[in-house]
């Protein structure tokens, strides 16, 4: 799980970029810090980079699939 210090330099978002989930190899659209939904393996992804292709990141059988989702973005 993602960790902060200042709760101020936060904002909580019902945007619709965090309903979003990606597989592996996607060039999103967003920057920021991304969640395996399967196993909550995060990573920080910068502007114009992909996703993880599958062979980059793997799990235990049990967490099926590996797919991604947006849990922290930077604003412009
Ligand atoms: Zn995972």
């Excluded at 910068?46 to 797919?67: D, I, K, Y």
Aim: glycine content about 8%; aromatic content about 10%.
């Amino acid at each position: 799980m993602a960790h902060y210090q200042n709760a101020s330099f936060l904002i909580q978002s019902q945007h619709i970029k965090f309903d979003k989930k990606y597989p592996p190899g996607t060039a999103v659209p967003d920057a920021g810090i991304y969640r395996c939904t399967g196993c909550g393996h995060e990573i920080v992804i910068a502007n114009g980079q992909a996703l993880p292709m599958q062979n980059q990141h793997q799990h235990a059988f049990e967490f099926g699939t590996v797919c991604w989702e947006l849990i922290v973005c930077p604003v412009d």
